[in-house]
């Protein structure tokens, strides 16, 4: 099992630009998580989706859209990137129905100039 | 609402030290508490977690955590650090809705030879 992947693992964009992170699990997991860390802030919620065709808004889910494109997979769009969207960018999953234990992606590190 | 505190955002010791992270969350509801690790440019690990039961937990890598409900305090400890325990520990406490957790800010933990 390769677990929660994430790409790219890297990305510069100017102000304006647009662009999608791509995740994906293979651990058969229904709720999938999209945060952002910032030094000093921990880690925020930016959308979540409890199954397979839907999605909700977390802490701080402006500026982004998000796609629950399959039970594996769970994509982050940034419209028009402004450079307070520079940050890492991590996905996770939840193990079950219930459970609370969430297991994380390697990240994606924007820098938005 | 769920909120976690973590007392410095930094964290010292000399190798074979005690180490001592402190946590302290506020919940309206039964807490279900976690202590994740981050090493440099990695994702999210978990190291421990309590839900219900035995107030002491035991996690990886030799850490250890001990649920104090009167003192509303999810502490992380372990006997003697290692050069390999260098990392950003987070504590993060499940958060009202759907599955969510609530994440400290972290405390970087520096060993020093």
Known sequence: ???????????????????????????????????????????????????????????????????????????????????????VYFCASIM?????????GPGTRLTVT | AQSVTQLGSHVSVSEGALVLLRCNYSSSVPPYLFWYVQYPNQGLQLLLKYTTGATLVKGINGFEAEFKKSETSFHLTKPSAHMSDAAEYFCAVRGTGFQKLVFGTGTRLLVSP
């Open chain 1, 1 to 87: 099992n390769a677990g929660v992947t994430q790409t790219p693992k890297f990305q510069v964009l100017k102000t304006g630009q647009s662009m999608t992170l791509q995740c994906a699990q293979d651990m058969n997991h229904n709720s999938m998580y999209w945060y952002r860390q910032d030094p000093g802030m921990g880690l925020r919620l930016i959308y979540y989706s409890a199954s397979e065709g839907t999605t909700d808004k977390g802490e701080v889910p402006n500026g982004y859209n998000v796609s629950r494109l399959n039970k594996r997979e769970f994509s982050l769009r940034l419209e028009s990137a402004a450079p307070s969207q520079t940050s």
């Open chain 1, 96 to 104: 079950n129905v219930g459970g609370y234990e969430q297991y994380f």
